[in-house]
């Protein structure tokens, strides 16, 4: 299967782009190398014959159709997107711009080559999303997002993307576009930019810095594996139902605060030093709008697709701090990075 990755210099694409090679498909990577992505996270498949990398960003419809072109993919894997929630709320302008104009852009070309090759079923326009755009859940531990849970985004971040579905959908209703959706809960391991909660934690507890924690750290997160989610993306590409949409969750909760310290007690053990992690951790004023709890339900893509997460939290969270601790080279390079350290969402 030749696949159009797009973002997949980015945390989650990238980690697509590598099993995706591994499992024998050839993938052209489209990434606009912005602030966040780095080629590093796929230089152990940059020489593979059966990879390509195009710099293109999803806005310019032009270099699109030379993309769809020159590479004639099977299916598309959409991941290119503004994500962090933070950015969003001091910028939401770049968000409007890349998740809902960009993934317009890039429906239009996908759509003028699918048709332009006869409409082919086989076809098909793989757009992921995240969870946050369902809003925010109590407390109950038995509520729980599904794939019939009514759209209640919060920041700008999670409506650019709530926007991105929805035009996904229609180009599928209107259109005849073949299309499957999914929407992740929160990813974490190897090569996590470091601007979210896991590297920021890790990062900091070794630098000797405070570790941030918003509030008292009592939002509950369902941590997804990135590794597993790539899993689950290639699967859905491949066996997912055409308009069907896909929770992928790692059924794995927690509270921020109980991750932190995990994560504190791990490095306690893997680089000890005077006292513990732990000490450094620091409440901070709350983001604005931060969502209560998330959590997903994934008896769908499990009973259709049989798919599930391979590692517990504990095992994810030790498989994490082992790549951090052996891949300093690659974090240090992106500490000069625009807004890395620094607290961002304060501006509302």
């Known amino acids: 299967m030749k696949l159009l990755v797009t973002g997949g210099a980015g945390f989650i694409g990238s980690a697509v782009v590598r099993q995706a090679i591994?499992?024998?498909?050839?993938?052209?990577n489209l990434d606009a190398l912005t602030y966040a992505a780095c080629l590093d996270n796929v230089a152990s498949v940059a020489d593979h014959p059966a990879y390509a990398f195009v710099h293109a960003d999803i806005r310019d419809r032009a270099a699109l159709d030379r993309v769809f072109a020159d590479h004639a993919p099977d299916a598309v894997m959409h991941l290119a997107a503004e994500s962090h929630v933070d950015r969003s709320i001091?910028?939401?302008?770049?968000?409007?711009?890349?998740?809902?104009?960009?993934?317009?852009?890039?429906?239009?070309?996908?759509?003028?080559?699918?048709?332009?090759?006869?409409?082919?079923?086989?076809?098909?326009?793989?757009?992921?999303?995240?969870?946050e755009v369902?809003?925010?859940?109590?407390?109950?531990?038995?509520?729980?997002?599904?794939?019939?849970?009514?759209?209640?985004?919060?920041s700008p971040y999670s409506a650019s993307?709530?926007?991105?579905?929805?035009?996904?959908?229609?180009?599928?209703?209107?259109?005849?576009?073949?299309?499957?959706?999914?929407?992740?809960?929160?990813?974490?391991?190897?090569?996590?930019f470091p601007e979210k909660l896991v590297p920021v934690v890790i990062l900091n507890a070794l630098a000797g810095k405070p570790i941030p924690v918003y509030g008292q750290g009592l939002n509950v997160r369902d941590w997804l594996f990135v590794e597993d989610h790539a899993d689950a993306l290639l699967t859905v590409v491949q066996q997912g139902a055409?308009?069907?949409?896909?929770?992928?969750?790692?059924?794995?909760?927690?509270r921020n605060i109980d991750l932190v310290r995990a994560i504190c007690a791990i490095l306690d053990t893997k680089r000890p030093k005077s006292g513990s992690y732990a000490d450094q951790i620091t409440f901070v004023t709350d983001r604005p709008g931060h969502d209560a709890r998330y959590a997903i339900a994934?008896?769908?893509i499990r009973a259709e697709l049989g798919w599930r997460p391979s590692v517990t939290l504990e095992q994810g969270l030790e498989k994490t701090v082992d790549w951090y601790l052996a891949n300093e080279p690659w974090w240090r390079a992106l500490q000069s990075r625009q807004g890395v350290g620094e607290r961002l969402g304060v501006k509302a």
């Open 90 to 131: 001091d910028g939401p302008g770049a968000f409007i711009e890349t998740n809902v104009t960009g993934t317009y852009t890039l429906l239009e070309a996908a759509r003028a080559f699918w048709v332009a090759q006869g409409r082919p079923e086989t076809f098909r326009f793989h757009h992921v999303s995240t969870d």
């Open 298 to 300: 994934p008896a769908r």
């Open 134 to 154: 369902f809003g925010s859940l109590p407390a109950d531990p038995a509520v729980k997002f599904t794939e019939d849970t009514p759209y209640d985004p919060r």
């Open 22 to 28: 591994a499992a024998g498909h050839s993938v052209v």
């Open 161 to 192: 993307k709530a926007a991105s579905d929805h035009l996904v959908r229609a180009w599928h209703e209107t259109y005849g576009l073949p299309v499957v959706l999914t929407n992740c809960s929160n990813n974490y391991g190897p090569f996590h």
């Open 242 to 254: 055409v308009g069907r949409s896909y929770n992928i969750g790692g059924e794995n909760e927690a």
